[in-house]
């Protein structure tokens, strides 16, 4: 900070070589640390879960709706029908 007004900037340090930590210290900001990355891998997971599910999901209702598409244009039903008719009315 050399002007006035301006806010210092974190700097990262190395607990490992940083003179005047205890091992309690040290043991507590690795502790942080690893927190920090899980709970940012978890976010990560979490995004490209709801991704997946999406995508799975819309393959599902694809396949659904293309079932139900196909057979309603199936009409062999309807032809049994008049056969069975077309018998009945012979015998």
């Given at each position: 900070?050399?002007?006035?007004g301006?806010?210092?900037?974190?700097?990262?340090?190395d607990?490992?070589?940083?003179p005047?930590?205890?091992?309690?210290?040290r043991?507590?900001?690795?502790?942080?640390e690893y927190?920090?990355?899980?709970?940012?891998l978890q976010?990560?997971?979490?995004?490209r879960?709801v991704l997946?599910?999406?995508?799975?999901?819309?393959?599902?209702?694809?396949?659904?709706?293309y079932?139900f598409?196909?057979?309603?244009?199936?009409?062999?039903?309807?032809?049994?029908?008049q056969?069975?008719?077309a018998?009945?009315a012979?015998a």
């Amino acid at each position: 900070p050399g002007k006035p007004g301006e806010a210092a900037f974190a700097r990262r340090i190395d607990p490992a070589r940083e003179p005047g930590l205890s091992p309690e210290q040290r043991r507590l900001m690795a502790q942080v640390e690893y927190a920090q990355r899980q709970r940012a891998l978890q976010r990560r997971l979490r995004s490209r879960n709801v991704l997946l599910a999406l995508g799975i999901g819309a393959v599902t209702f694809g396949i659904y709706g293309y079932t139900f598409y196909s057979v309603s244009q199936e009409r062999f039903l309807d032809e049994l029908e008049q056969e069975a008719e077309a018998a009945r009315a012979r015998a």
